[in-house]
């Protein structure tokens, strides 16, 4: 098989720990005794100790131990103290302490929900875990963030700084290295998706000859409305919508032109330059207006284009004062029907594509990934092309740029049941594709975990 680049273990599973430790070794002192406390709550906290009967309330006198459970409540997180590192557990999550500096570990089991981490004081040849019911992640002075799904079995997991190791749980030499700025997720090949959004650049010649122009001020510009429960905490909701409104922007942005089929997406490979994206996604998106009401919640969110071009060191290509989501009529009025079918054309065939990356990057073991098979096998080459033309397209985007999205998906099943008779039961129980870039919601944990 082919070799694989710097982001898959090329290595036998017997060596991934040693791999782990010698990657991330560090002078730092080693320490008689762990004390883990919390810092900080919001909500229901609860905590069952071992050998007491229930959860009780969890508060910064209570001394969290091995083999305590911890779980919060609906718009709930704490934030603890692992010997002067954090853990931050999010919302509706169960959690077990499983081991405190054990043969140099210490591990959390992530029954459901979400914990991050920020490892800034770990002993010298140590390392922290986090466990699911389908993953183990390992790290060491580090930022990073895992998910989990109870009833999907999915696992989500990103790095933020340094690297962190991703494998299953289940299949022999199935892991990836995650490096900062990369996220993945695992997942049982029956319940996993893979999805991908296609984007279509509109052609110059559906453009008015006086928008031909790069327009230098123009802004992009999201409304967002969500619904929750009631009597959900304003602060949580607020926090949640604006999140999720910044990352419609950082998408679309993304997604934009900057010459070409180059797009902003294809010249933030550099994980510095990434995070600084982020970053000014974070702090320069304006909020207009907001509301929060009893079910439902609203945002109105925009950014200038300008702002970011110094950090891609390009220009965007924008023919238009204003970005935002037109409907499919409007988008037909402003640049016609031929317009429409052109443009949405190109964006099924890059979500097409997308899929192809995707399925070739399928993770077999920690050394091979289906494009291996690709290389010597036609007939895998023309089964997965057939699986591609079979996806599912869940939803069209229209925008004032003239831009359209499609965003399309596969089941993962689909993949594993179409293409072992050809290469054997190689696949294992659990999708694992390569590590993408990360999100702007996986860099807003950062902020969550230090408590900023």
């Keep these: 098989m082919t070799n694989l680049n710097h982001s898959l273990i090329n290595l036998p599973r017997t060596t991934i720990i040693f791999f782990t430790i010698f990657i991330f070794l560090l002078p730092f002192p080693c320490f008689a005794e762990k004390q883990i406390n919390l810092l900080e709550k919001n909500g229901t906290v609860e905590i069952f100790k071992s050998g007491k009967e229930g959860f009780e309330d969890l508060t910064e006198n209570t001394n969290i131990e091995k083999n305590d459970k911890i779980r919060t409540g609906e718009h709930s997180f704490c934030r603890i103290n692992w010997n002067n590192n954090i853990l931050y557990i999010g919302e509706n999550s169960d959690v077990e302490i499983r081991k405190v500096y054990e043969n140099n570990t210490d591990e959390v089991f992530l029954l459901s929900g979400e914990v991050a981490a920020k490892l800034k004081n770990m002993p010298a040849s140590s390392r922290f875990r986090v466990e699911t019911p389908s993953s183990m992640c390992a790290a060491r002075g580090t930022l990073f963030l895992v998910k989990h799904g109870k009833s999907q079995g999915l696992t989500e997991t990103a790095c933020l700084e340094n690297q962190i190791i991703a494998e299953t749980s289940y299949d022999i030499d199935k892991a990836v290295i995650l490096n900062a700025g990369q996220r993945t997720h695992l997942c ?263 408590g900023s």
């Design 188 to 450: 049982p090949w029956e319940n996993a998706k893979i999805h991908v959004t296609g984007t279509g650049l509109i052609s110059e010649k559906f453009i008015s000859a006086q928008a031909l122009k790069p327009n230098s001020g123009a802004k992009i510009k999201k409304v967002l409305k969500t619904n929750h429960s009631a009597g959900s905490r304003k602060e949580i909701i607020h926090k949640k919508i604006t999140t999720a409104a910044k990352q419609h922007i950082a998408d679309r942005i993304l997604s934009m032109s900057v010459g070409g089929e180059l797009t902003v997406r294809d010249v933030l490979s550099n994980p510095e330059k990434l995070k600084k994206f982020h970053s000014f996604i974070d702090k320069e998106t304006k909020i207009i207006k907001a509301s929060i009401e009893t079910e439902t919640a609203m945002i109105e969110v925009e950014l200038e284009l300008q702002k970011i071009e110094d950090i891609i060191e390009k220009k965007i290509i924008c023919r238009t004062d204003k970005i935002e989501d037109i409907t499919e009529s409007e988008y037909s009025a402003k640049f016609g029907a031929l317009a429409k079918v052109t443009t949405t054309r190109a964006a099924e065939v890059d979500a097409y594509r997308k899929l192809a990356e995707k399925i070739h990057g399928t993770v077999i073991q920690s050394n091979t990934i289906i494009k291996d098979f690709v290389v010597s096998n036609d007939t895998v080459k023309i089964k997965i092309e057939g699986i591609v033309k079979g996806a599912t397209k869940l939803e069209t985007k229209y925008f004032s740029d003239g831009s359209v999205t499609v965003a399309m998906t596969i089941d993962a099943i689909v993949l594993k049941n179409n293409l072992s008779p050809d290469v054997g039961d190689v696949f294992g129980t659990i999708y694992l594709p390569s590590p993408e870039s990360v999100n702007y919601s996986d860099y807003a944990y950062q902020a969550v975990i230090e």
